[in-house]
C-alpha cells in the first residue's frame, strides 16, 4: 500500500510521538510498504529519530513549527497538503496529533483519500483547550478511524463517537541486552527518568525527592534527560537544592537505550501519559519503575508490587521519597521489579504493533449489494 503519515514537524522534534511515527514508518517500509512522511519543516533538515531508507521526507517548509500557527499558516499548509494528495494519490493519510490530523481531515474532503487520525494523549488534556477538543470531535465524520492508546482511554470519549475509535499502543523497543538493577560493583548508580521538561511531566517532584534522600545515598545520581520549556526552573531547582554534582540534566539524547541499560531505577513523576512509553521502554530494559497512581497511562502499564511502585498520596514529595528510599535499599526488590517488567511489555514489541498497523490501513470491506 501507499502510506503518507503526516505530522507538523520531526527535526529536532525529539518527542514520544515523533519517536513512534518513525518507527512505524520505517517498519511499514521494510514490510514492502511505499511509505512517504510529511511534515511541514522546511526542507533540507533531518529528523531527531532515524528512518529507514526506504522512507521518502516530504518536508513543505511552511510556517514556524514550534511556534503556534497563525490561520494564514494553517490555511496554507491545508491547501499544500491537498494539493499533494491529490497528486500522488495515496491509499490512505495517517495524521499523527491533532495539530496535524484535524486540518488534514477537513484539507482532504472530497479528495477520495481517507484519513486516520492517531491521537497521543488523553481527554483531560484539552481540559484548558476547549476549543481545540471540539475541533477534533467535529472532525469525526471525516475520519476512517481514531486512533488512542489504550482502550481505557477509548471509553473515556463520548459514547457516540466510540465505534470509531480503535485502541492501539505504542511500539516498544525490546533490547537484547538490559540493565543491571543492582548495580553491584558500580562506583554511581542511577536514579533515570526520561521525558519533555514540561509542568505536566513535574520532574521538579523527583528532583525535591532526591535532595531528600541524597545524604542518606551518596552513592545515587539522578539523572533526567529531555528537553523542554522547563530547563531554566529545574536548574534553578537543583542549584537551590545544590545537587549540581548529583542532579544531571542532559537534554535529549538519541541512544536512549544506553541511558536505560546504565540506570538502576526509572521514575516517571508524571501528572498525565497518554500511554507512558519511557515506561514502558523502561520495563523492556529490565528495570524497576516508579510512577503516579493517579497518572493516567502510568497506571495501565505498572502492577503495582508486581513490576514496580505507583505512588500515592497527598504530598508527592513525601510519598516520592518513601518508595524511593525502599528500592534504593532494596536490592533483591529492584531485581525482581525488573525481571517481571520486562515481561509484562512483550505484547508491545515492535512486529505485534505492526501486524496491527497493518491491519488498520487496509480499506474496509464493502458490503455486498442485497439484489
Known amino acids: 500500500m501507499k502510506i503518507l503519515f503526516a505530522v507538523k514537524a520531526l527535526d529536532d522534534i525529539s518527542g514520544g510521538a515523533e519517536r513512534v511515527l518513525c518507527q512505524v514508518a520505517s517498519g511499514l517500509a521494510a514490510r514492502g510498504h511505499d511509505v512517504q512522511v510529511l511534515s511541514f519543516d522546511a526542507p533540507g533538515g533531518e529528523a531527531f529519530y532515524p528512518l529507514d531508507a526506504r522512507v521518502v521526507r516530504v518536508c513543505l517548509g511552511i510556517g514556524r513549527v514550534k511556534e503556534r500557527a497563525t490561520l494564514r499558516e494553517i490555511l496554507l499548509r491545508m491547501k499544500a497538503l491537498r494539493r499533494f494528495v491529490v497528486r500522488e494519490k495515496p491509499d490512505v493519510v495517517v495524521g499523527f496529533m491533532h495539530s496535524m490530523f484535524v486540518p488534514a481531515a477537513w484539507a482532504l474532503i472530497g479528495s477520495g ?126 542549584v537551590q537544592e545544590r545537587l549540581e554534582d548529583r542532579v544531571f540534566l542532559p537534554g535529549a539524547i538519541k541512544d536512549i537505550s544506553a541511558q536505560y541499560r546504565a540506570a538502576q531505577i526509572f521514575v516517571l513523576p508524571s501528572r498525565y501519559e497518554g500511554f507512558g512509553l519511557a515506561t514502558a521502554e523502561a520495563m523492556a530494559h529490565g528495570l524497576p519503575v516508579v510512577g503516579f497512581a493517579d497518572c493516567p497511562g502510568t497506571n495501565e502499564l505498572i502492577t503495582d508490587g508486581v513490576d514496580g511502585v505507583l505512588v500515592s498520596g497527598e504530598d508527592r514529595v513525601s510519598a516520592l521519597v518513601s518508595v524511593l528510599r525502599r528500592l534504593m535499599e532494596d536490592t533483591a526488590l529492584r531485581v525482581s521489579f525488573g525481571e517481571k517488567g520486562r515481561d509484562s511489555v512483550v505484547f508491545y514489541g515492535l512486529d505485534s504493533v505492526l501486524d496491527r498497523w497493518e491491519e488498520l490501513i487496509q480499506p474496509p470491506p464493502r458490503r455486498l449489494s442485497s439484489a
Not at 215 to 229: M, N, Q, S, T
Open 113 to 238: 483519500v481517507p484519513v486516520i487520525a492517531s491521537e497521543h494523549t488523553v481527554p483531560s488534556y484539552y481540559q484548558s483547550r476547549i476549543f481545540e477538543f471540539f475541533l477534533v470531535l467535529a472532525g469525526f465524520p471525516f475520519y476512517r478511524r481514531y486512533v488512542v492508546l489504550s482502550d481505557k482511554i477509548r471509553q473515556t470519549y463520548p459514547k457516540v463517537f466510540q465505534e470509531k475509535i480503535l485502541s492501539l499502543p505504542n511500539p516498544v523497543f525490546i533490547p537484547e541486552f538490559v540493565a543491571d538493577p543492582a548495580g553491584e560493583g558500580l562506583g554511581r548508580k542511577v536514579l533515570l527518568s526520561v521525558g519533555r521538561l514540561h509542568p505536566l511531566k513535574d520532574q521538579g517532584v523527583l528532583v525535591q525527592a532526591f535532595a531528600r534522600l541524597a545524604a542518606d545515598f551518596p552513592d545515587w545520581d539522578l539523572k533526567i534527560v529531555g528537553e523542554g520549556e522547563m530547563r531554566g526552573d529545574l536548574e534553578a531547582l537543583v
